[in-house]
């Protein structure tokens, strides 16, 4: 079956280092793949996509990596700070199309000051 | 920043009733989405819409649900009957583009007693 992971157990780190979040599929041949923060009590927050072709994407502090042969995608978040603390979402496009995303199950990040 | 706009903040409904849950895309979007999120459990699936028709739809998405854009502003969630099971943060969404991501709405917290 289809499955998208990501780290269940939330990630504590040092403000000022950097966050690194994973997120592994099985079974997919995404077309391609979105980032997403998402606060308490709120809706998700487009942060990023990078496509099948890409290998990598930056965005200010953030930076997406894309691996299809190991079917993994890393999320960077560079001189973390306590307001980065929040759950981080990875979202798949299976089709290319826009019928729509699947969401993993999310990783909390804790950035402690 | 255009925003998806969500209305009711919070429902609560007698086991049964009929919901109706508003939302107001981005007014330039073309491309429209219901996901739901059970507290704690991961944000999920529900519908697709584009060119006033349904694109995909999920399992959850059965005989009980509709949408519907009935002015070319608005975009409605309708629960014919609810279950106790309804109860989740349900949230809209719309995207433009190719390469743009989603955005979300803050979302309605539909609770059914």
């Known amino acids: 079956s289809q499955k998208i992971e990501q780290n269940s157990e939330a990630l504590n780190i040092q403000e000022g280092k950097t966050a690194t979040l994973t997120c592994n599929y099985t079974?997919?041949?995404?077309?391609?793949l979105q980032w997403y923060r998402q606060d308490p009590g709120r809706g998700p927050v487009f942060l990023l996509l990078i496509r099948e072709n890409e290998k990598e994407k930056r965005k200010e502090r953030l930076k997406v990596t894309f691996d299809t042969t190991l079917k993994q995608s890393l999320f960077h978040i560079t001189a973390s700070q306590p307001a980065d603390s929040a759950t981080y979402l990875c979202?798949?496009?299976?089709?290319?199309?826009?019928?729509?995303?699947?969401f993993g199950t999310g990783t909390k990040l804790q950035v402690i000051p | 920043e255009p925003e998806v706009t969500q209305t009711p903040s919070h429902q609560v409904t007698q086991m049964g009733q009929e919901v109706i849950l508003r939302c107001v895309p981005i007014s330039n979007h073309l491309y429209f989405y219901w996901y739901r999120q059970i507290l704690g459990q991961k944000v999920e699936f529900l519908v697709s819409f584009y060119n006033n028709e349904i694109s995909e739809k999920s399992e959850i998405f059965d005989d009980q649900f509709s949408v519907e854009r009935p002015d070319g502003s608005n975009f409605t969630l309708k629960i014919r009957s609810t279950k106790l099971e309804d109860s989740a943060m349900y949230f809209c969404a719309s995207s433009g583009a190719q390469g743009a991501g989603y955005t979300f709405g803050s979302g309605t917290r539909l609770t059914v007693v």
């Open positions: 979202a798949l496009d299976l089709t290319g199309g826009y019928q729509k995303v699947t």
């Open positions: 079974n997919y041949s995404p077309a391609y």
